[in-house]
């Protein structure tokens, strides 16, 4: 079984750091398309979900809820459903009900790799007065690191794991290969050099930063730069303080057992807006978030195979992943029940008789809204 061991003092000496370091797709929203529909058995309402991320809080309701209610109670980073977070003082009605975030597609003449797909697509509506503003665009849950791998079927359910997916030892939100790209978590991350997005630029002059959740818990933003062009454009943010060179490197010694992988998840965007800047609607697309990063371990061959002797790492993950689902079920119940109690009439039933001569002329009066 393969286990980890991090190299020793001499041998980071000899080799150089460019050795070690990966490129990785961090999260790629072309692959975030609705594939399956989530309805109740008896019901026609058909929700669009991602089959691949889709999550199941239903295990963290209470039995008061009924089954219809239950098979409703799935979510993905289908990305219909990623979310605007206004600051405080920009949350105003409108500003709340028209920010949004949609799949847009590109046109299949566009001349850029992706052209035929969807990617991210951003209405935010800043305040039109002279104050600074930003706005976060997050997914609808936080992106769990240790949600174990397994497939969902058509009604978004997800099976029991196989072997394969077992032995492959990637969870759910990872790439499914070195080559391919990852849903929002990427393991084995020690030092960030270099963070790249790919997004359509439409000369706003609004600061975009990348929003970053790391092992400890901790969120850290880094600003990729600023929106004011036109196109396509990859945005890269450069960290300052990396060293290249391995012998002026503080070289730290860790355990070599047990140790969790260290990783990184995609925690949002967040668009900035300085208030002598012009407000209103922002409108932005992003295609995709990469990273370069030095490797945190390396994998090799052991003669003793510790984890299945003492099962350290396994249960410490266990623990964190159920806390992650427990805080996650919960958020996500309390959201369907406030839905669940909002009105969906769109108009009053009417306590007239529709054809009767006596009715007013229907263009005769015009409602007011009550102030």
């Excluded at 997800?158 to 290969?177: H, I, M, N, V, W």
């Excluded at 901790?218 to 990396?242: C, E, H, I, S």
């Excluded at 909002?342 to 009550?370: C, I, P």
């Amino acid at each position: 079984m393969k286990k980890t061991f991090v190299l020793s003092v001499a041998g980071m000496m000899l080799l150089g750091a460019s050795v070690f370091a990966k490129e990785s797709t961090l999260i790629d929203f072309t692959t975030l398309d609705a594939d399956i529909t989530i309805k109740a058995q008896d019901s026609d309402v058909e929700i669009p979900e991602n089959s691949r991320t889709i999550m199941d809080y239903g295990v963290a309701a209470g039995a008061t809820f009924d089954q219809d209610q239950r098979d409703l109670m799935k979510t993905s980073l289908y990305l219909g459903d990623w979310e605007i977070v206004l600051n405080s003082s920009a949350q105003t009605v409108g500003a709340l009900a028209n920010s949004q975030v949609v799949p847009a597609p590109v046109r299949e003449s566009a001349k850029v790799p992706f052209a035929g797909k969807n990617v991210m697509g951003v209405r935010i509506v800043f305040p039109s007065g002279a104050y600074n503003a930003n706005a976060k665009i997050v997914p609808p849950f936080e992106i769990p690191a240790y949600e174990p791998l397994s497939t969902a079927d058509a009604n978004g359910n997800r099976q029991p794991q196989t072997d394969e997916e077992k032995a492959s030892g990637r969870t759910l939100f990872e790439a499914d290969s070195d080559d391919s790209p990852a849903y929002g978590v990427v393991k084995n991350v020690g030092t960030i050099k270099s963070i790249a997005v790919t997004t359509l630029g439409m000369n706003f002059p609004h600061g975009l930063y990348v929003l970053l959740g790391d092992t400890d818990g901790v969120t850290r933003r880094y600003f990729m730069g600023y929106l004011g062009f036109d196109g396509w454009k990859t945005l890269t943010w450069n960290n300052p303080d990396y060293i290249s060179e391995v012998r002026t490197r503080e070289i730290r010694i860790y355990p070599i057992y047990p140790r969790g992988l260290p990783f990184v998840k995609f925690a949002g965007f967040q668009i900035t807006r300085d208030a002598s800047h012009v407000g209103d609607d922002f409108i932005g697309y992003f295609k995709d978030v990469k990273i370069i990063y030095d490797k945190a371990e390396l994998t090799s061959e052991r003669d003793i195979a510790d984890e299945d002797l003492w099962g350290i790492v396994t249960k410490k993950e266990s623990a964190r992943q159920n806390f992650e689902m427990s805080r996650f079920g919960n958020k996500q119940v309390n959201r369907y029940l406030e839905k669940s109690k909002m009105a969906t009439e769109a108009s009053f039933s009417s306590s007239l008789d529709e054809n009767s001569t006596s009715n007013a002329q229907s263009n005769g009066g015009q409602a007011a809204d009550a102030k």
